[in-house]
């Protein structure tokens, strides 16, 4: 399957992901990494634990996944087969709401009867219409937002370096912990670190203690 990101720039430049003038003055960290491609993959822990973006809030799912994080509707229909907002199963993405806040966890099909279940529009999701999510309140106004993503099996694996690319704002414990728990040959294929616009030595960065939380993370290839 090609990409399911397709480029396009952002309506508002103060959503791209990066950290503000404020943010810069001392409370969030900006750490770059380039490594070799073969270490993406273990950063796919930090995505499935939950990482923050920014967004313009107020807008529906298929809005934020199409328009603001630029995926492809093939992708949207295809792959993406179950939804979770704010913990509740979603099933009409053009009605869901992504308020300020909110948390939104993104599947492929899972396997079995609870994947069934729980996939978005399909037979079975009458089973569960407890944990549907429902729309009930107005929409509001579209607003600057952080929501917390969390992706899973192959969402991951094919969404999971692009979004890294972009940039993700993780705990800075989290990251700290990551780092620390790295052998000392998994460093070996990291080739540039940069924190806060300034290069550090590789060596550096285990015991790097960083300042605030969270911490805006991009991880790119060479």
């Avoid at 529906?60 to 328009?67: A, E, F, K």
């Avoid at 219409?129 to 952080?146: C, F, K, L, M, N």
């Avoid at 969390?150 to 704002?169: C, H």
């Amino acid at each position: 399957m090609r990409p399911p990101l397709i480029p396009h720039s952002a309506p508002d430049t103060k959503m791209k992901d990066e950290p503000s003038n404020q943010e810069h003055a001392g409370r969030v960290n900006e750490v770059r990494l380039t490594v070799k491609a073969h270490l993406v993959p273990f950063f796919f822990l930090l995505l499935q634990r939950g990482f923050t973006q920014k967004i313009q809030a107020g807008c529906s799912v298929r809005s934020l996944l199409s328009d603001q994080f630029g995926l492809s509707a093939e992708y949207i229909e295809n792959r993406i087969q179950t939804l979770f907002l704010n913990g509740k199963s979603v099933d009409d993405i053009d009605a869901a709401i992504v308020r300020d806040g909110s948390s939104l966890a993104l599947s492929s099909a899972m396997p079995g009867v609870l994947g069934a279940t729980l996939r978005r529009g399909g037979y079975y999701s009458r089973m569960r219409s407890q944990i549907t999510h429902v729309e009930s309140a107005a929409p509001p106004r579209w607003t600057d937002g952080r929501i917390v993503v969390k992706l899973f099996n192959l969402t991951i694996r094919e969404l999971g370096p692009v979004f890294l690319a972009r940039g993700i704002w993780v705990d800075a414990e989290s990251l700290k912990d990551f780092f620390r728990s790295r052998p000392n040959d998994w460093w070996d294929g990291c080739v540039e670190a940069e924190v806060d616009g300034r290069n550090i030595g590789i060596t550096e960065m285990p015991n790097r203690d960083f300042a605030g939380s969270p911490v805006h993370l991009q991880v790119r290839t060479v």
